[in-house]
Each structure stands twice: as C-alpha cells, then as structure tokens.
C-alpha cells in the first residue's frame, strides 16, 4: 500500500509543479503586458521591473494554485485510467475514495498553505507593489496622469484632460487644472485646448505647456466670508502659450509603513480586515441613526398622534374639518413637505448604499479569503472524478476542461462578489457562492466516478431519439 500511495503521489506532482510554474509565468505575463505602456521606455531601471514581476508573482500564487491542482487532478487520474491503471486498482479491490486518500492529505496541506499565502504574503506583496507604482511615477511623473478623471496624486493640484496622444503620450487634450496651492478650494482654473508634459529624469519639477486657453482666478482675501466671495473681484485672460511647473518631489513619498496606505482591502490581512469591519459599523449605525432622527424630526412625526382639538368629534377625512380655502393651503404645504422629504430620502438612500458597499467589499474580500483557500480542496474533488470518467492525459482536453471549470469558478466569484457589494445578497453568500455551487457538483462527480458511471447517460438521452426517428422511417417506407 505504501507503494501504491508513492506512485500516486509521484504521478500527480509531476504535471502539479509543471502545470504550476506555467500557469504563474503565463499569469506574470499578463500582468506585465497591462503594465508595459507604463514601464516601456520610461527609462525605468531593470531592477525596479524585476521587483514588480516579483511582487506580481507572489500575488498570483494564491490563482495559479488551484488551477494547477484542478488540471493535474484531471491529467494524473486521466492518464491512470487511459492506461488502464485504475481499472486495475479498482479490481484489487481498492475503491476511488481510498486510492486518493494520499492525496487529499496533500490537498489539505496545500489548502492551508495558500490560507497562509493569502493571509500574510499577499498582503505584503500587494503593498509593496502599490510601493513601487509610486516610485515609478516618481521616475516619470507623467505616469501620475491619466486621462478622463480628476488627478489628485500631485500635491495642490487637481489635473483633468480627455486622452493622452503622440509617440511618447505626452500629448493632451482639452486640460482643466484646478490650482489648490491657497486655502480656498478651486479659486484658480486654468482650461486649454492642447497641452504638452515636459520632464526631466531627477528633475522635481514637471512643465505642462499648455496652447490655447484660458486662466481664471477669484481675487478672494486670506480671512474672507460667504458674503465677501459673492463681492470678490474675478480675473479671466486668454492666453496663447503658458507653462505650468509643478513641484512633484513628494509624488513618491510613500511609506509603506503607514496606516493610511494600508487601507485597501488586498492589503489587509485577516485580522485586519475584521479589525477594519469593525471600525466601519460603528460610524455607519451612527449616520443612520443621524438621519433617521433628522427625518424624524423633518416630519415632525413627535407631534402626529397629539389631539389638538379637545371637546369636539373630528371627522374621519382629516380635509373634511376645513373650509375650501384651508383645503387647498394645507395641500399644498403637504405635497411640499412631501417632496422635501423624498428628495432628502433619495440622497440619503445614494450616501447610504455608498457607505454599505465599502462596508460589504471588506467583508466579501474577508469570505473570500477563507473560501479561495479552501478552492483547492473543492476543484481538486471536482478535477479528480472527471479524470477518471473522461479517461484522457495530457495537456489537451484537461487543459480545455480544467480551464472552462476554474473559468465558471472565478465568474461565479466575481458575481457573488458584486452581488455582495451592491447588497444584493449577504457578503457570507457573495464570498462562498462559487464553493457552495461546485462542491455539490465534486460531490456528484465523485459519487458517479465511484460506481463506474459517466457524467451522464448518453446512450440514455439519445435512446428515445434514436426510437422516433426510426419509427418515422418505418412509416415512409410503409
């Protein structure tokens, strides 16, 4: 049996560290290849590139693990029964379930060891690239910009353009640059047509050239008031060509170290993020319990069951007790008072479901966590009857069908985990919804491999096909 257990071993970790180092370099590549146009030919050094690729790489362990796992499943026990190896097993008298039992000790190993990856060197991998990205934008701070939003990355300043154009995209087009360098928000507007960014390598400062446009600025006073900005000289010139240096030292003043950088949800550990969870709710019950009082108070629902009329029957229709003049005021004041309320109710229900989804995306990436580590466990019981019920080696229809099961699994993740965020479902059910729907179907898989079945009876479903056309046949031929 010991023999038994070591080929077994043996014939699933050779395709597992195989398969594992393919799907992680083909991982790190894609990767790459959505960062090239930010790395390529911006004179970052080779060892800066070398760090990020590793950082990616230990970030896509916890991905390239259970497809790994899921495909070798498929290719060892597909090869085991193509070379009629598990048939021969199976007539000594030894059953799936006890055959693979060496290897379930592995997959629980490994099921652990990639709670642990995620729980402690992902996190720190995902930071440290966060790092970097900084740094590089440091290195050209045109990589700082990006068109169609708001930039706020540079200090004091507020850079907006519609796309970036030209050989080295240094090109823009259609600038709005709020300068924030006062106290006073967006007192100075500078809009143009084109625009160019001029930089130097070690140099603090980035140029924008700009052609075409305008400057704007309010001449507001240091101590000023709301009636004093209504009163408050404008200025507004037209300019052909003007150039904007901006100071981007501290554009890379990133320490890895402070709390501020560490609350983004891959850069959290388990702890932390329960840790994290648990500062939100309480200033989120809070504002709701603000607002409901507000509303309350609004409505003057305090006052709603008090009889203001003593001595006297009032009639049921509340209008009926008023003349026709009173009826139509006190209408009026109603549907007012209504659409106030409503429209208040509108902007709370947005900030409300705003301040959720932060809520539920930490705790959905909490679920998720515990549930991708556990992935390996489940594809591996998904990947190993199919193995032996398809008969197949090899890299092909494994490969095809591994793909089109992790494909499923991660869509099914991605689903639960949108469905979470906009509330739709709870973060527990969001964060689990792909384990819960394929671990019955390994469940049924290894049920089927057990008893010597195919995942499903074909000759069955074609049987009645067969008998009506030929029945059809018959009767032409009649």
């Not at 048939?87 to 190993?109: C, D, E, H, N, T």
């Not at 990639?114 to 290195?139: D, E, G, H, R």
């Not at 300043?157 to 640059?177: A, H, Q, R, T």
């Not at 969001?430 to 049920?447: D, E, N, S, Y």
Request: charged residues 20%; proline residues 4%.
């Amino acid at each position: 049996m010991k023999i038994l257990n070591r080929y077994i071993l043996k014939s699933f970790l050779s395709p597992f560290v195989a398969t594992f180092f393919i799907i992680l370099f083909v991982l790190i590549m894609q990767a790459l290849w959505l960062q090239f146009d930010k790395i390529a030919g911006k004179g970052i050094s080779l060892v800066i590139i070398l760090k990020f690729l590793g950082y990616m790489a230990l970030m896509m362990v916890p991905t390239a693990l259970p497809i790994a796992i899921l495909l070798s499943a498929i290719m060892a026990l597909g090869n085991m029964a193509e070379n009629y190896e598990f048939a021969a097993v199976k007539s000594a008298g030894i059953s799936l379930q006890r055959f693979i039992r060496p290897l379930v000790m592995l997959m629980l190993v490994l099921s652990v060891s990639n709670f642990l990856f995620l729980n402690y060197v992902f996190p720190y991998a995902s930071l440290k690239s966060k790092n970097l990205i900084y740094n590089m934008k440091m290195k050209e701070p045109g990589l700082a910009l990006v068109p169609g939003t708001f930039n706020t990355e540079i200090p004091n300043y507020s850079i907006k353009f519609e796309e970036k154009y030209g050989e080295d995209e240094n090109l823009l087009k259609n600038v709005l640059i709020y300068d924030l360098r006062s106290n006073t928000v967006n007192n100075k507007v500078i809009t143009a047509k084109k625009g160019e960014i001029v930089s130097e390598e070690g140099s603090r400062y980035l140029t924008l050239i700009l052609e075409d446009g305008y400057y704007a600025e309010d001449m507001i006073p240091n101590k000023t008031t709301v009636e004093s900005r209504k009163r408050a000289p404008f200025t507004k010139a037209h300019f052909d060509h003007y150039e904007v240096n901006i100071d981007v030292s501290s554009i890379g003043d990133f320490d890895p170290d402070d709390v501020k950088y560490k609350t983004g949800k891959e850069m959290l550990s388990l702890r932390q993020l329960d840790f994290f969870i648990d500062s939100l709710q309480a200033p989120y019950h809070e504002f709701v319990a603000n607002r409901a009082q507000r509303v309350y108070k609004t409505m003057r629902a305090s006052s709603l069951m008090k009889d203001t009329v003593k001595g006297e029957l009032l009639k049921p229709e509340i209008l009926d007790n008023f003349d026709e003049k009173n009826k139509n005021l006190i209408a009026d004041n109603a549907f007012i008072a209504v659409q106030g309320n409503l429209e208040n109710l509108r902007s709370f229900k947005n900030t409300l479901k705003d301040k959720r989804k932060i809520i539920n995306g930490y705790n959905v990436e909490f679920h998720k966590r515990i549930a991708f580590s556990i992935a390996c466990l489940v594809l591996f019981f998904v990947g190993t009857p199919l193995g032996s019920i398809i008969r197949k080696g090899g890299f092909g229809l494994p490969m095809i069908i591994a793909i089109t099961i992790f494909v499923i699994y991660f869509f099914l993740s991605i689903f639960g985990k949108n469905m979470a965020e906009s509330n739709k479902v709870s973060p527990f059910i969001g964060g689990w919804l792909a384990t819960f729907i394929l671990l019955p179907f390994g469940a049924l898989l290894m049920k089927r491999a057990t008893n010597d079945k195919g995942i499903f009876n074909f000759d069955a479903f074609m049987q009645p096909v067969y008998t009506f056309f030929n029945k059809i046949f018959k009767l032409n031929k009649n």
